[in-house]
């Protein structure tokens, strides 16, 4: 037998009912079986379930010729079905409650798995993103170093080649642009233009 989200709750309010009857009299007993036993019926029917072989079956002994003897088992039988009733109604409520923390619990692994399966993939997308990564750094620094060698070949192969009378020419022009003056003997003479 099931118990519905729909149906906790009149489960949970049978159980209260319950515990107050056990103070009752035999007739408030007797009437509060019935009615469990009318709801039990009901929430088997609205559940497309057969309805257990404990719900019909609340007759009291009777004693033939035994007048008192009827009366003392059955106040006692009443008494005791109720309290077995109280341990089914119990058990109902246990088992619908384990069976809601069980689906949560199955919520929450397949939530933990959804999101595990959601951190792999984005740990491959990283790994890929690295992987582009050193490739675009191993470039870069490969670009680098051609550029580097590119500027020293571009420097080292300029070299200018003048003979000893353009240099003699161009050295008495840097002198004197610059205010000295070397005589033929080697003297430097600094004057002011």
């Known amino acids: 037998?099931?118990?519905?989200?729909?149906?906790?709750?009149k489960l949970d309010?049978?159980?209260?009912?319950?515990?107050?009857?056990?103070s009752?009299?035999?007739?408030?007993?007797?009437?509060?079986?019935n009615k469990v036993q009318d709801i039990i019926r009901s929430f088997c029917i609205g559940n497309g379930e057969t309805i257990p072989d404990w719900v019909d079956?609340?007759?009291p002994p009777i004693y033939i010729g035994d007048e008192e003897h009827t009366n003392q088992a059955t106040k006692d039988y009443y008494s005791e079905l109720l309290l077995r009733l109280l341990n089914v109604?119990?058990?109902?409520?246990?088992?619908?409650?384990?069976?809601?923390?069980?689906d949560e619990i199955k919520k929450q692994t397949n939530e933990s798995s959804k999101q595990t399966v959601e951190a792999q993939k984005q740990t491959i997308e990283t790994q890929k993103a690295n992987k582009w990564?050193?490739?675009a750094v191993v470039i870069s620094g490969v670009a680098?170093?051609?550029?580097?060698?590119?500027?020293?070949?571009?420097?080292?192969?300029?070299?200018?080649?003048v003979d000893e009378t353009q240099f003699q020419e161009?050295?008495?022009?840097?002198l004197v642009d610059s205010g000295i003056r070397i005589g033929e003997d080697g003297s430097i003479d600094y004057f002011s233009q």
């Open 89 to 102: 109604l119990r058990e109902l409520q246990s088992q619908y409650y384990s069976r809601k923390q069980l």
């Open 57 to 59: 079956q609340a007759f």
């Open 133 to 135: 990564t050193k490739v």
């Open 13 to 22: 309010t049978l159980i209260i009912e319950g515990i107050v009857v056990l």
């Open 170 to 174: 161009i050295k008495q022009h840097c």
């Open 144 to 161: 680098v170093v051609v550029s580097i060698v590119a500027v020293c070949f571009s420097t080292c192969t300029r070299t200018v080649r």
């Open 24 to 33: 009752s009299l035999q007739q408030g007993k007797k009437n509060y079986i």
């Open 1 to 9: 037998m099931t118990i519905t989200d729909e149906q906790i709750n």
